[in-house]
């Protein structure tokens, strides 16, 4: 990746040949990529963070969304293009580079997804995005504030830990706390199970195995809908998750990346989803 101009280095505001949207409110496109699970907040009572690709090639971040709580005509699909206006927030809100706040009214879905049998359209724009390893996205974050990427693990496996079976106190305030005009959805379950991926990268600076949690909402979605399906059998419901998010989706047929982001204000890289074309 092309580094920026030093004298914009570490401040969070790039400089306008970085190729990033433009700081002050405006229009964008992007192909949404990436959704994380939503979890409960004390000042929007619940967000979901996106990762989306602009058209001029720019992997970014949509924060804060309440995504359960918009219009189901604003609700938008993996893989589909939405115009919403951005603009970049202030350094004491997210310093890092690659965030944007969307203003939710003006957000339009374009058109359907980008239909899975089509993987073609998608690496076009997701694998010039791809980064060598784990270790060049972090030198990135230090460097630039970059805290969004893509990359190969050459060795991933699902580890699966216990986690509280409900939300904090403060959280679960602040998720009873019904507003009059607000579409109410279903409650947040809080799921009693921490997903993470253990691996190595293909980089000579990778010296252990890294371990990111993972947030992505697809995965939690699975764990709702077979739980669903089979509310006792939790040794079956972690088997299939397991089997899919490590056997088949990390598996020989396929050709997966690794999408990981940064929580702010931690360092600290999380996986946010995955990219896993079949292989030619």
Request: charged residues 30%.
């Amino acid at each position: 990746m092309p580094p920026f101009n030093s004298h914009r280095q570490n401040n969070g505001f790039q400089s306008s040949d970085s190729g990033y949207p433009d700081l002050k409110p405006h229009r964008e496109k992007i192909l949404i990529i990436a959704k994380t699970t939503p979890l409960p907040s004390v000042t929007h009572r619940e967000l979901v963070c996106t990762a989306g690709v602009t058209q001029n090639g720019k992997l970014i971040r949509l924060y804060p969304i309440p995504f359960r709580y918009m219009d189901y005509s604003k609700r938008y699909k993996k893989y589909q293009w939405i115009e919403v206006e951005i603009r970049k927030p202030g350094k004491e809100k997210d310093n890092r580079i690659d965030s944007y706040e969307p203003n939710i009214d003006t957000l339009q879905v374009v058109g359907e997804p980008l239909p899975a049998g089509k993987w073609e359209e998608r690496k076009k724009i997701v694998l010039p995005l791809v980064s060598q390893s784990l270790e060049e996205l972090q030198d990135n974050f230090k460097r630039y504030k970059i805290s969004l990427g893509i990359f190969k693990p050459r060795e991933i496996k699902l580890s699966i830990g216990e986690e509280k079976e409900d939300w904090s106190a403060r959280h679960q305030q602040v998720l009873r706390q019904g507003r009059l005009l607000d579409r109410q959805p279903k409650k947040l379950e809080k799921i009693p199970f921490k997903f993470s991926y253990d691996f190595s990268c293909n980089d000579k600076r990778c010296s252990k195995v890294h371990s990111l949690k993972i947030i992505d909402w697809e995965l939690s979605e699975l764990y709702r809908k077979l739980k669903e399906e089979r509310p006792y059998s939790f040794d079956t419901i972690l088997g299939k998750i397991k089997q899919k998010y490590e056997t088949e989706i990390w598996g020989e047929k396929r050709n997966s990346y690794l999408m990981v982001g940064t929580h702010f204000p931690y360092p600290t890289f999380l996986a946010i989803g995955i990219f896993w074309p079949p292989k030619i």
